[in-house]
């Protein structure tokens, strides 16, 4: 059973397609909103796609599922805030195109399973259930009932509620994951894994132990009002297109943009804003005005020079650190000075890969200014280091007083569009007592104390057999975990493996003995219940709470909600044991709120707020100084410089994504920005460092990691030269997974380690 790595049968050959322009540095601009109106068009009708660009992000319409970064409080742009891969996200969920029975009578598990995943998502929309029968070759339909029977038989058959496993993607709203974590706590388990563990989770940990709180601390309004905002680890240009936006209004504010990054991503030097027509005429904003060519995992390094440069005029002019902000608000300064003192700055620059000149610049902009806004996302989080980045950010900011106030502050940017809000509403593996208390006085049942599985954890226990359901609550886990290899097994040994989602993916391939896919709605769509067409709501990356509301009729008159889903498996699988009337809940989702708002704290009033044109902001005690952390202060920190080494021949390898992809859903082949088109399979090498390989361009080659004696192989990719740091390379994810070996993850948050990924590149013979 390895469905996921058919990675060796593809042969060469299969890359003639491959075309390579010239990177890109603007981004956007006129060419990303034809780019996003062709998308659309190949899939919807015009009436659709027009509702759609009128509704989208705009105040009582419904929340783009693209991202999460926030909509302005006050002026949105009347043709909808949206963003060109926005648009192709909202695309492929409403695509009028459905596959149901015919398809899946048409189509076995193991042929599906050869086609790529760009080619599984072109499918189209889930529209029944199906179910796969133990040693059968194809899914049958199912009706609802009997699926949520065969849910709860599974559950219910197990010696432990431990040995059930649910995971949960980010798209889900908060009140299907407020249901689906109630369910699961009555249900006897804690075993809550969700995307966050394999994205934000270290800047959770990190931020929680040192600031109180595991979000951000700033608003929209801080960034415009910001004097320096630095953007390290993230490419927003692909990934949170409207965040350019916040940045050039921050520019035109006076405020300095530094980004930190091993490649020029297009964004990040210069964007053009498609909402504003001057400016797609002539030619668009210098974002960058510092642009620094850090090394993969370079970034502690970067952070202790700055630091000891800082001291060291600290130690010279004595006005650098906001000394009164120290003295009342932070803890542990004095040990953080001395453990810094131990390192040298020279070493950590060289670290860091960043010339002399280039650190001059940033650090200028640093000491020169005192309301610094850092963003961050994936570059920066997904190392065994990860922690330590953050900790690092937090020190920096603490020294100079840059937190809870005007235009300063920390801004993880999150991913999915509801990743953050699933965790505030108890999608938590390790959800804290204070939560539980409020759960047992609200319904009476004692949830389990034990911590659950992460993703990692999750892997472990189903590959040694201690975990045999699996539950997926929207997202497409094999192809977003690490080491593609061994969670397949771990999948293959489940008794039963159900997903419920809105399009095929290759989850749904890689099984276990029994299967199950449960189609449900996606944001854009109607959700028609008893009481009417049901609202829902999601939080942004800055914790605003805000409605959304589908548009269009669903695509299929058998879908149900995600809602309706878990209020269905609850009550078959706990029945009469259950002291939750389940069946309720979907008929009016404001009884869900009603709930929410007794057991979350900063959700009080909840339905009467959700009313409010821009939703409502969560208490944020980082925000206000209240530092609610077990010291009752915001904690300094210190932390290693990451000791790892590459031999001679090795590179440190970063997994990410293309222009053309929301995570493991591929839109297309292109990486328009990158220069990239018709291929995925390519390893971007610096220039250099494939001439010592004695490696041409578009070589064919396969790519090996060694972790502690495992040996993981990848075969097939194409180089690309390209303008990346020496002894760095960067792949797409998800094809690279096979790489990322499961036990190389963050210290404290476990976040797989898919940024430094130390490999070989061997040429295909
Ligand atoms: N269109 C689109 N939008 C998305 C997504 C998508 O796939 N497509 N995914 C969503 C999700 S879930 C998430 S989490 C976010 C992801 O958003 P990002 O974090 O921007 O996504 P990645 O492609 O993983 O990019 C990481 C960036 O970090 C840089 N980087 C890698 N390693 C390092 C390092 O060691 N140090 C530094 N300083 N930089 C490094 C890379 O060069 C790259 O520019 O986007 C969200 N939005
Ligand atoms: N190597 C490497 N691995 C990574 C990363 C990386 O940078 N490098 N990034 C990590 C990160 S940041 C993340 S967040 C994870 C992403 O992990 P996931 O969240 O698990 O993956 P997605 O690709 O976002 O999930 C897509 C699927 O979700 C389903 N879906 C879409 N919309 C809805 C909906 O509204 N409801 C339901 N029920 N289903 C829906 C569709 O069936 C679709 O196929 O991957 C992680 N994996
Ligand atoms: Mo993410």
Known sequence: MNKSSKDKALTPETFKNLKITKPQTNSVGFKSVVTAISQVSKYMNPVDTFKLALKMNQKGGFDCPGCAWPDPDDERSSLGEFCENGIKAIAEEAQNKTIGPDFFTKYSVDELANWSDFEIGKSGRLAEPMFLAEGATHYQPISWDDAFKKVGQHLNDLNHPDEAVFYTSGRTTNEAAFLYQLFVREFGTANLPDCSNMCHEASGSALSETLGIGKGSVTLDDLYKAEVVMVIGQNPGTNHPRMLTALEKCKKNGGKIIAVNPLPEAGLIKFTNPQNPVKLLLGGTQIADVFVPITINGDVAFFKAILLKLLEKEDTLGNVFDKAFITEFTQGYDSFITDLKQYNFDECLKASGVSLEIFNDVFDLILNNNKIIICWAMG??????????????????????????????????????????????????????????????????????????????????????????????????????????????????????????????????????????????????????????????????MGIVSSTKGVLEPCSKDLLSEVAVVCGIANATLKERSKINWLEYKDDYKLVRDDIAEVVDGFDDFNKRLKQPSGFYLPNGARVRQFKTKTGKANFSSNKLPDWELKEEELIMMTIRSHDQFNTTIYGLDDRYRGVFNERRIVFMNREDMKARNLQEQQVVNLKSEYKGVIREAYNFKIVGYDIPRNCCATYFPETNVLVPLDSFAHTAKTPASKSVIITVEANQ
């Open 380 to 541: 920066l989080t997904q190392h065994e280091n990860a922690v330590d980045n953050i900790r690092e950010i937090v020190n920096l900011l603490l020294l100079k007083g840059s937190i809870g106030k005007e235009g300063a502050g920390t801004c993880p940017v999150r991913g999915h569009s509801n990743v953050q809000g699933d965790r505030t509403v108890g999608i938590w593996e390790s959800a804290p007592q204070a939560f539980l208390d409020k759960i047992e006085n609200k319904y009476g049942f004692k949830p389990t104390t034990k911590h659950g599985y992460s993703v990692i954890d999750a892997i472990k226990a189903m590959y040694e057999k201690k975990a045999k359901v699996f539950f997926g609550l929207g997202g497409n886990f094999i192809s977003a975990v690490p080491d593609t290899r061994y969670s397949d097994q771990g999948l293959a040994n489940c008794n039963l493996t159900v997903h419920v989602s809105t399009k095929l993916n290759r989850s749904h391939l890689v099984t276990g003995k029994e299967a199950l896919i449960l189609p449900c709605l996606g944001r854009s769509e109607k959700d028609y219940q008893k009481t009417g067409v049901q609202v829902q709501s999601v939080e942004n990356s």
